[in-house]
C-alpha cells in the first residue's frame, strides 16, 4: 500500500539544502505550515528562496526565516505586514520579486500543470511588462537587480485586440503545506481560506511535505470532497488540531466593542 507518512516535521524537512526553492502555503497568516518552517529554522538551512503570497509577520510564519536571515529571495504578492522584510529589502539583504496576486497564483498552478508560460493582461501598462521594478537594492539605495521586460503581444479574446504579458510559470524544488485532513496517499483536504495557496504551492514543488491536523486511512475521505490529489503530495506529517493559529489583527463590530465597554447588568 502507497504510504506517504513520515514520523515528524524535522524527518520530512531533512534533506532541503541551503540554496534550495521553495513554494510555501498559506493566505496572510491562514494555513501556513509553520510545524514544517520551524523545522527548516532549527535545522539551519538557509539561502532559500521562496515563493509565498506573503512573508509572514515578524515573529511567525515565514517571518521567523526572515528573522534569521535564512532567506535570500521572496516571490510575493503583499509583503505589508512585515516591518523586518521591509528592513531587509531596502538595505539590500533580501531580492523581491514582487508579483500581482492573480498572476502569483497562475504562475503556481501552471508549474504544476505542466504549463511553461502564459499571457495575462495583469500587469500590462506598469513596471510589471515593462521591467525596471527594484528587486533588490544597493547599500547606497540605487537599484542593484531590476525586473526586465517581458513579452506583451495583442490577442482578440473577447472581440476587442488587447495587449497580454507573458509570464513564466513557478516549479520549485520543494513545497510546504497545510491542510486540514490528509490521508495516507496524501490525498488531501484544506478549511476555508487555507485553501486559497496551499494546493497551488503543493502542485508547484517537484517535493511536497504536507503537514495535516487530522492523518486518516485511505477511503477515509469522500472522493468529492477532496481538494488536492495525492498525486501532488510526496510526503505527510500530521502535527494535530491543537498547534497555535494565529491572526493578523483582530477587529470587532462597533455594536460589539459598545457592549463589552457597557457597565455590568446595564
Request: charged share 25%; net charge negative; glycine share 10%.
Amino acid at each position: 500500500m502507497i504510504d506517504k507518512t513520515w514520523g515528524s516535521a524535522a524527518e520530512a524537512v531533512a534533506d532541503i539544502p541551503d540554496g534550495a526553492s521553495l513554494a510555501v502555503g498559506g493566505f496572510g497568516l491562514s494555513g501556513n505550515p509553520i510545524a514544517l518552517i520551524e523545522a527548516l529554522l532549527a535545522q539551519g538551512t538557509s539561502d532559500l528562496s521562496i515563493v509565498s503570497n506573503n512573508c509572514g509577520v515578524d515573529d511567525w510564519g515565514l517571518g521567523i526565516l526572515l528573522n534569521a536571515q535564512r532567506i535570500r529571495k521572496m516571490t510575493s504578492s503583499y509583503v505589508g505586514e512585515n516591518k523586518e522584510f521591509e528592513r531587509q529589502f531596502l538595505s539590500g539583504e533580501l531580492e523581491l520579486e514582487l508579483t500581482p496576486q492573480g498572476t502569483l497564483a497562475e504562475k503556481l498552478r501552471a508549474g504544476g500543470s505542466g504549463i511553461a508560460a502564459f499571457y495575462t493582461q495583469t500587469g500590462v501598462g506598469t513596471q510589471v511588462a515593462e521591467g525596471g521594478l527594484p528587486r533588490r537594492y544597493a547599500t547606497d539605495g540605487s537599484i542593484a537587480v531590476a525586473s526586465p521586460v517581458k513579452d506583451v503581444r495583442s490577442f482578440d479574446v473577447t472581440g476587442t485586440p488587447r495587449d497580454y504579458v507573458l509570464e513564466e510559470a513557478i516549479v520549485t524544488d520543494f513545497a510546504l503545506v497545510h491542510a486540514l485532513k490528509g490521508d495516507r496517499h496524501g490525498n488531501l483536504v484544506f478549511n476555508k481560506a487555507a485553501r486559497n495557496f496551499n494546493p497551488l504551492a503543493a502542485m508547484a514543488g517537484r517535493i511536497c511535505i504536507a503537514q495535516v491536523e487530522e492523518l486518516v486511512e485511505p477511503g477515509e475521505l469522500d472522493p468529492d470532497s477532496i481538494h488536492l490529489p495525492g498525486i501532488y503530495v510526496h510526503r505527510i506529517v500530521e502535527v494535530g488540531s491543537d498547534l497555535e493559529k494565529r491572526i493578523e489583527r483582530r477587529t470587532v463590530s462597533v455594536a460589539q466593542a459598545a457592549a463589552r465597554e457597557m457597565p455590568e447588568g446595564a
